[in-house]
C-alpha cells in the first residue's frame, strides 16, 4: 500500500511542477500556428481547454498536462506485467517523469503528448478487451494525427507474427488510409540525417537510456522474446532511422514509440540485477545511479532552462529561446497601452494569442541585444537581455 502512496506522490510532485511551469513558457510559433490553423483533432482540444479557462498559458497547456497525468496512470498499470517488484515500478515510473522528452511533451502543444497516451491507452486495452473493440479503438486512432500510421505499420508486422489475417488486413488498411489522409513529407533533395536522429533520441532520452534500449531490442530479437511492445518500438525506431538517411525526421512522431520499450528494459534490468549475487551487482548500481543523476540533471535544466541563457553569447542559441519572450513582450506593450502592432510573421502570430492585434499603427522591429539607441523594448531574463525591439509609432497622414 506505501507503494502506491509514493506514486501518488510522484504523480503529485510532477503535476504541480508542471503546472507551475505553464507560467514560464510563452506560446511558440509552431503552436500558434496549429491554434490559428486548420481543424485537427489537437485543435478542437485546445480550443475547449481556452474556452473552459479562458485565452491564457494555463489553459493553453492544461490539457497536455491532463494527457501526460493520465499517461502516467496507464505507464503504472502497464508496468505491473513487466515488473513484478513495486519498488522497481516506481524506479520506472521515475525514469518515466524525468525523461526530457516526456517533461516537453506535457508542456508543448504538439502531437507527442497526444501519441504517448493514445499508444499507452492502446497497450493497456489490448489485452484487457475484445478484438471488435480494438478494431473500433484503432479506427479512432486514424482520424486523430498522421503520427500514428506508425502504430498501423508496426501492428502489421505484428499481425504477420502472431499469424492473425484479418487483424493484418485491417492495420493494411489503417496504414494506407492514414498516409492518405496526412501524408508523409518527402520535399527537398535526399540529405542524410542519421546522426542528426541519433543525437535527438539521445537528447530525448538521455545518452544512457536510449543506448540501453537500444540494447534490450536488440537482444530481445536474438533471443525472440518479441511482443507487442517489441514490435512497436523496434519496427518504428527502424522506420525513423531509414528515413533518416534521406530527411530530417519530426522527432515528435517516433520518440512516443520508443518510450513503450520502457516497460522491457526495466524487466530485463530487474531481472539481470536480481539473478545476481550482491558482490556482481556493483556495476549495475552505478549504471542506474548515473541513468537517474543524468536524468535529474537534465530534467532541472528543462525546467529551469531561463537561467542557462548566461552561457549563451546570442540568446538565440538557446534551446527553449522559441518559447520565451512574446507574453513579456505582450506585457510590456499593453503597459504602454499598446494593444496592435506591425510585425515578422512569427512574432505577430505569437502576439495574437496575448491579444495584441496587428495594425498598422505601431511598428515594432527586432534588433541587435546590444543596440540601446531609441525608444527600447527590452526582454530579460535574470538580468541577461534576451530580446529587443524598437515601438515605433507610424504616420499614416
Not at 486548420?38 to 473552459?52: G, H, N, Q
Not at 485565452?55 to 508496468?79: E, G, T, V
Request: with cysteine; aromatic share 18%; glycine share 4%.
Amino acid at each position: 500500500m506505501k507503494h502506491r502512496y509514493i506514486f501518488f506522490l510522484i504523480l503529485g510532485i510532477d503535476a504541480l511542477i508542471l503546472l507551475l511551469e505553464t507560467s514560464e513558457l510563452s506560446i511558440s510559433y509552431r503552436e500558434a500556428s496549429m491554434l490559428y490553423g486548420d481543424f485537427s483533432f489537437l485543435f478542437f482540444i485546445e480550443k475547449l481547454s481556452i474556452s473552459f479557462f479562458g485565452q491564457n498559458d494555463f489553459a493553453l497547456r492544461f490539457a497536455m498536462i491532463m494527457f501526460h497525468i493520465l499517461s502516467l496512470l496507464l505507464f503504472y498499470k502497464i508496468s505491473k506485467r513487466y515488473v513484478r517488484h513495486d519498488r522497481d515500478r516506481l524506479w520506472l515510473v521515475l525514469v518515466f517523469v524525468l525523461l526530457p522528452g516526456v517533461i516537453s511533451s506535457a508542456m508543448l502543444v504538439d502531437s507527442a503528448g497526444l501519441i504517448i497516451f493514445f499508444l499507452l491507452l492502446f497497450v493497456y486495452l489490448y489485452e484487457k478487451i475484445s478484438k471488435p473493440y480494438i478494431y473500433l479503438l484503432l479506427s479512432f486512432y486514424i482520424f486523430i494525427d498522421g503520427g500514428f500510421a506508425y502504430l498501423f505499420f508496426s501492428l502489421i508486422f505484428f499481425s504477420l507474427y502472431k499469424k492473425e489475417n484479418y487483424f493484418l488486413v485491417f492495420n493494411i488498411i489503417a496504414f494506407f488510409l492514414s498516409m492518405y489522409l496526412f501524408g508523409i513529407d518527402t520535399q527537398g533533395l535526399p540529405k542524410g540525417h542519421f546522426l542528426d536522429a541519433i543525437g535527438l533520441y539521445s537528447a530525448i532520452f538521455t545518452p544512457i537510456v536510449f543506448v540501453y534500449i537500444f540494447y534490450i531490442l536488440y537482444r530481445r530479437y536474438l533471443t525472440k522474446e518479441i511482443e507487442l511492445l517489441w514490435f512497436i518500438s523496434s519496427i518504428t525506431l527502424i522506420v525513423s532511422l531509414l528515413l533518416s538517411f534521406r530527411q530530417r525526421i519530426d522527432i515528435e512522431d517516433f520518440a512516443p514509440y520508443l518510450i513503450m520499450a520502457l516497460p522491457l528494459a526495466a524487466q530485463t534490468f530487474s531481472s539481470s540485477y536480481r539473478v545476481r549475487l550482491k558482490i556482481f551487482r556493483g556495476r549495475y548500481k552505478t549504471a542506474f545511479v548515473l541513468s537517474i543523476l543524468l536524468l535529474l540533471l537534465n530534467s532541472v535544466l528543462v525546467l529551469f532552462n531561463k537561467n542557462l541563457y548566461i552561457f549563451f553569447d546570442k540568446p538565440q542559441k538557446h534551446f527553449a529561446y522559441k518559447m520565451h519572450i512574446a507574453k513579456e513582450l505582450a506585457q510590456e506593450l499593453k503597459k504602454r497601452g499598446i494593444y496592435c502592432v506591425q510585425t515578422d510573421r512569427r512574432m505577430q502570430k505569437r502576439l495574437k494569442f496575448y491579444k495584441i492585434s496587428r495594425c498598422e499603427t505601431y511598428l515594432l522591429s527586432a534588433k541587435s541585444t546590444d543596440d540601446n539607441s531609441g525608444d527600447n523594448v527590452t526582454i530579460s531574463y535574470n538580468n541577461i537581455a534576451v530580446y529587443n525591439a524598437t515601438v515605433t509609432e507610424i504616420n499614416n497622414r
